[in-house]
């Protein structure tokens, strides 16, 4: 189980000779994402989701510091356990396309990246993974600036699945993604937590986590607002925060808020 | 008017679009549903003369674009994290090309102090919002949203829906959309184009 305990990060602001004081982005967040959970974690752009996800992986900027424990099948990540746990125990899938290195052809990166996770592959297989993503084996032979958007953002997915991670940590996995793709990779997600596997899946897409998530969990003015299940949400539950992020979604109201007058 | 004709765009041996001619006219809303890696990106590219078709026109108001001077076809790119000079502020960037005033900053939702951090401090919605901005110039007759709010939670992706469709009413902005989200492109456009099908 990867678990949050009274987690919170913390953003320095540098004042004059040196001197900085830190400011809380997130506090007391308490969050468990256990083995077969796909947990969607939702909120407001600038929250501090993706901080959240990188903080698990050591990967916070200096000017930010995290406080809190994150335990991990019972043991308390150090600074050094999350270094060592990068790919092995704990995977992360990037928001940004740019995380894929443009100097390295598609096949070969895939296979730094099963390696550095403790996987030997050979090229036939990165290129049968990425065929279950609907992407073209011929793609190995491809460096990244060829790779739409979309494509880019499944080669990342596909990144983290070829490794025996027990927890994926994706960042808006389905941004840039057609709604069939997005279906597609989803399903394929759940697999893996069929397979065991816990996934902490950051979106902005509240319809698909509805769909696909065990459980919601809202992040809110720098805190954990409140975690409910899925269904809690398909069946209008929540707070009235989440009904009017829910209402704002263009599958609903869209401009009920403030309907404006354009023919 | 914008005017694209008998565009065919190539690129890496691969025919991405063959001989495609559409317009649109000024306080027009296009949205263009396409599946993913089907070259959506790269038309926004060449329309907004970022790179070269490789054979066919574009022009606005019957004069085909310049590669000199402002272009008055903006685009709004897909990853506003890679559009922005990591070395400069996110505020010098968008100075470079015009200075909004203090309403236009609370009608997009971008905070003042966004515009002091350079872009690797900043949350991939947060850079959105300013690249938005940045093309919202009053030189801008035509401007092409390519995913510009898949980064954005629902309530600021509404916002800026409306800010931009009030811009469109207000001075005739030709608006065309990529996206892949099929409810988005229904409420926003006026009419949508399925290429491929």
């Given at each position: 189980m990867?678990k949050?305990d009274?987690?919170?990060i913390d953003?320095?602001?540098?004042h004059?000779?040196?001197?900085?004081?830190?400011?809380?982005l997130?506090s007391n967040?308490?969050?468990e994402?256990?083995?077969?959970?796909l947990v969607?974690?939702?909120?407001?752009s600038?929250?501090g989701?993706?901080?959240?996800l990188?903080?698990?992986?050591?990967?916070l900027?200096e000017s930010?510091?995290?406080?809190?424990d994150?335990?991990?099948?019972g043991q308390?990540?150090?600074?050094?356990?999350?270094v060592?746990q990068?790919?092995?125990a704990?995977?992360?899938?990037?928001q940004?396309v740019?995380?894929?290195n443009p100097?390295?052809k598609?096949?070969?990166?895939?296979m730094?990246?099963?390696?550095?996770?403790?996987?030997q592959?050979?090229l036939?297989?990165?290129?049968?993974?990425?065929?279950?993503?609907?992407?073209q084996?011929?793609?190995?032979?491809e460096f990244?600036r060829t790779?739409?958007?979309?494509?880019?953002?499944r080669v990342?997915?596909c990144?983290a699945?070829?490794?025996?991670?027990?927890?994926?940590l994706?960042?808006e996995i389905?941004?840039w993604?057609?709604?069939?793709?997005a279906?597609?990779?989803?399903?394929?997600l759940?697999?893996f937590?069929q397979q065991?596997r816990?996934?902490?899946w950051?979106?902005?897409?509240?319809a698909?986590?509805?769909?696909?998530?065990?459980?919601?969990?809202?992040?809110h003015q720098?805190?954990?607002?409140?975690?409910?299940?899925?269904?809690?949400?398909?069946?209008?539950?929540g707070?009235?925060w989440?009904r009017?992020?829910?209402?704002a979604?263009?599958e609903?109201?869209?401009?009920?808020?403030q309907?404006?007058?354009?023919? | 008017?914008?005017?694209?004709r008998?565009?065919?765009i190539?690129q890496?041996?691969?025919?991405l679009w063959?001989s495609?001619?559409?317009?649109?006219?000024?306080?027009?809303?296009q949205?263009?549903?396409?599946?993913?890696g089907?070259?959506?990106?790269?038309?926004?590219?060449?329309?907004?003369?970022?790179?070269?078709?490789?054979?066919?026109s574009?022009?606005?108001g019957g004069?085909?674009l310049s590669?000199?001077?402002?272009c008055?076809?903006q685009l709004?790119?897909q990853?506003p994290e890679?559009?922005?000079n990591?070395?400069?502020?996110t505020?010098?960037s968008?100075?470079?090309?015009w200075s909004p005033?203090?309403?236009?900053?609370?009608?997009?939702?971008?905070?003042?102090?966004?515009?002091a951090r350079r872009?690797d401090e900043?949350?991939g919605?947060?850079l959105?919002r300013?690249?938005?901005l940045?093309?919202l110039d009053?030189?801008?007759?035509?401007l092409?949203a390519d995913?510009?709010?898949?980064?954005?939670?629902?309530?600021?992706?509404?916002?800026?829906w409306?800010?931009l469709?009030?811009?469109?009413?207000?001075?005739?902005?030709?608006?065309?959309?990529?996206?892949?989200?099929?409810?988005?492109l229904e409420?926003?456009?006026s009419s949508?184009?399925?290429?491929?099908k």
């Open positions: 990867l949050f009274r987690f919170a953003v320095a602001h540098y004059w000779l040196g001197h900085k004081t830190w400011h809380p997130l967040i308490s969050l994402v256990r083995p077969g959970e969607a974690l939702v909120g407001s600038g929250e989701k993706s901080l959240l990188q903080s698990t992986l050591g990967l900027p930010m510091r995290c406080r809190g994150i335990v991990l099948d308390v990540l150090g600074d050094a356990a999350k060592d990068r790919g092995k704990l995977c992360y899938v990037p940004g740019s995380a894929l100097l390295i598609v096949g070969p990166q895939l730094r990246a099963a390696r550095l996770g403790g996987v592959l050979g036939e297989d990165v290129a049968e993974q990425l065929q279950r993503y609907n992407l084996p011929g793609l190995v032979q990244p790779l739409s958007g979309g494509m880019a953002k990342l997915a990144s699945a070829l490794t025996h991670a027990r927890y994926i994706a960042d389905t941004a993604l057609d709604d069939e793709h279906c597609q990779l989803l399903t394929h759940k697999g937590c065991g816990g996934i902490l950051v979106t902005h897409d509240l698909l986590a509805a769909r696909f998530a065990d459980r919601i969990a809202v992040l720098g805190e954990l607002h409140e975690t409910l299940s899925a269904q809690a949400l398909r069946e209008n539950g707070s009235p989440l009017s992020l829910w209402a979604l263009p609903q109201q869209f401009f009920a808020r309907e404006p007058e354009y023919a | 008017m914008l005017e694209v008998q565009l065919s190539v890496d041996g691969q025919r063959d495609v001619s559409f317009q649109v006219r000024p306080g027009e809303r949205g263009i549903s396409a599946p993913s089907f070259g959506k990106t790269t038309l926004g590219r060449v329309l907004a003369q970022w790179q070269s078709a490789t054979s066919g574009v022009s606005v004069k085909p590669k000199k001077g402002y008055p076809v709004v790119p990853h890679q559009s922005f990591p070395y400069r502020t505020g010098e968008l100075r470079d090309a005033d203090a309403t236009w900053l609370v009608r997009l939702a971008v905070n003042p102090q966004w515009l872009p900043l949350s919605g947060e959105a300013i690249a938005l940045r093309a009053p030189r801008t007759r035509y092409i995913e510009v709010t898949a980064q954005l939670d629902p309530h600021i992706q509404a916002q800026v409306q800010v469709l009030e811009e469109v009413r207000r001075r005739e902005l030709g608006l065309i959309v990529f996206s892949h989200n099929k409810a988005l409420k926003v456009c949508i184009w399925h290429p491929g």
